[in-house]
């Protein structure tokens, strides 16, 4: 039986060409039923304020860092999406005064400019390099801060970066949001063209995607223009560098952050359903996660919504 064409974009796949028994399953999920997705190995927690919500997710920095010795590094790999709990990160180390030089971070994801053929510089007002210096590392005092040879920052040259993670840097946790296309990171849905053009790529040739530069979804384009330009998709890259599953794979543990800012409540509760139910399907990448030993959803319970109808 053929899928489904995309709602939103046909030459795409995407999460609108699921079955429609799983959309309808999904959209009735109830907060208490999402509470109840949570299994061995996924589990699901509830934050009801968002002081709390960002202070968790910037303890997760925290707790990495702790664990970091010269002999034995440990690090955490973060989003820009959300971005609140960078702030709160520098204001714990400086106000414990922690020494976390030993620490490491690598960088999700950054945006590719194919006219130069590099990673967008800093200077662009989008950089996620940027994003991350000037909301946390450059807030930590010097004496304090996490060296610049210990910030892993994707590049159009994929292999420095690529290199670290097996040197021996044992990444604690990779952090995420959750994009309307259901990536983590830039791992978008592929293109409906070539060897894919009926069925996306199976879950076994996902998996080996490692760190490289992709097309973006439409949807990425669209939902990156809402949260951070205003609107202006025109300023919006349409290639980006993107952390891929090979790496996320060795991080110990995977830790998705939902404020409701990002992803819509459907959004938020398909992939929560696909993770606990074992249902992996491409055309929803974060449900990929659905094989990883040690994944938790993060949720600010003010930001889950509803999937009722109601006209606006």
């Not at 968790?56 to 925290?62: G, K, R, S, V």
């Amino acid at each position: 039986m053929s899928r489904r064409t995309s709602a939103v974009a046909p030459a795409w796949w995407d999460y609108t060409t699921l079955d429609s028994d799983l959309i309808d399953a999904v959209a009735r999920l109830s907060v208490r039923d999402l509470q109840r997705l949570s299994r061995p190995g996924f589990q699901v927690v509830l934050y009801d304020t968002l002081e709390d919500f960002y202070l968790a997710e910037a303890l997760e920095y925290i707790d990495a860092w702790r664990r970091s010795t010269a002999d034995n590094p440990v690090g955490i790999c973060g989003p820009i999406g959300p971005t609140e709990q960078l702030p709160l990160v520098a204001r714990i180390v400086n106000a414990l005064q922690l020494d976390v030089r030993n620490g490491h971070f690598w960088g999700m994801d950054e945006w590719f400019d194919p006219a130069t053929g590099l990673e967008t510089p800093v200077t662009h007002p989008l950089s996620f390099e940027k994003a991350d210096r000037e909301l946390c590392f450059d807030r930590i005092e010097r004496k304090l801060r996490i060296p610049d040879a210990h910030l892993h920052f994707p590049k159009a040259n994929t292999a420095p970066y690529r290199a670290t993670w097996g040197s021996g840097i044992r990444c604690a946790v990779m952090q995420g949001g959750q994009g309307d296309v259901k990536h983590w990171a830039f791992n978008d849905p592929l293109p409906r063209t070539g060897k894919h053009r009926q069925a996306p790529p199976t879950p076994e040739e996902y998996r080996k995607l490692a760190t490289r530069v992709v097309d973006l979804h439409p949807l990425t384009i669209a939902q990156n223009a809402r949260t951070s330009g205003g609107g202006n998709i025109s300023m919006v890259p349409t290639q980006a560098i993107t952390v891929g599953p090979a790496e996320t794979w060795l991080a110990d543990k995977v830790s998705i952050w939902h404020a409701g800012n990002h992803d819509n409540p459907f959004g938020q509760r398909l992939t929560a359903y696909m993770i606990s139910k074992g249902i992996v399907d491409t055309a929803v990448p974060m449900s990929l996660l659905a094989d990883h030993p040690n994944v938790q959803f993060n949720y600010f319970r003010g930001g889950i919504g509803t999937c009722s109808v109601e006209m606006h």
